[in-house]
């Protein structure tokens, strides 16, 4: 399902695949702890471009619109501030087994919402296939590659982090 909201789009999936990567108790602390490759994509996703990536991960029971609940949060960090508005927010509910992605209107522009609904697919299907972990960070990976396309880093400018590169909870 895909809906476009305040210029925003989001993309929201069901991932039966992340019932392993819940109970995987290593992963989880990895991921808890900070140490996760998750954050490493993010930086070098963002070295050659000015967007911006977050990842936020929830293990609320009562959600039942993760969309909303991603909205909410791509709005408290503050994700619509980015100068060229190209923000994307992975939003992944761990308990609920959904995930939502949200780009920004300038991103959104940019790519239109049949890459959202691509993205969201190949998501899916890497939570299948792979941990948790790997699958997020080959989505920011290839959020990060769109990003350059559309909005570059300038090689002699420098490229400040509109936004930190780490995973939030709740």
Known sequence: MAAVVWGAVVAVETAAAL?????????????????????????????????????????????????????????????????????????????????????????HQAVGGRYWQELSNALRDDLHSTHLENALALAVRTIGLTLARFFPAALEASNPDELTNEITED
């Open 19 to 107: 019932v392993a990567a819940v109970v995987d108790p290593v992963e989880e602390a990895q991921v808890e702890a900070g140490k996760s490759p998750i954050v490493a994509a993010i930086a070098a996703a963002e070295r050659g471009t000015t967007g911006e990536i977050r990842v936020h991960l929830s293990k609320r029971r009562w959600d039942p619109d993760p969309f909303a609940r991603a909205q909410k949060i791509f709005a408290q960090l503050g994700m619509y501030r980015t100068n060229q508005r190209n923000a994307v927010l992975l939003y992944v509910n761990l308990r609920k087994r959904k995930f939502a992605i949200i780009g920004d209107e300038g991103i």
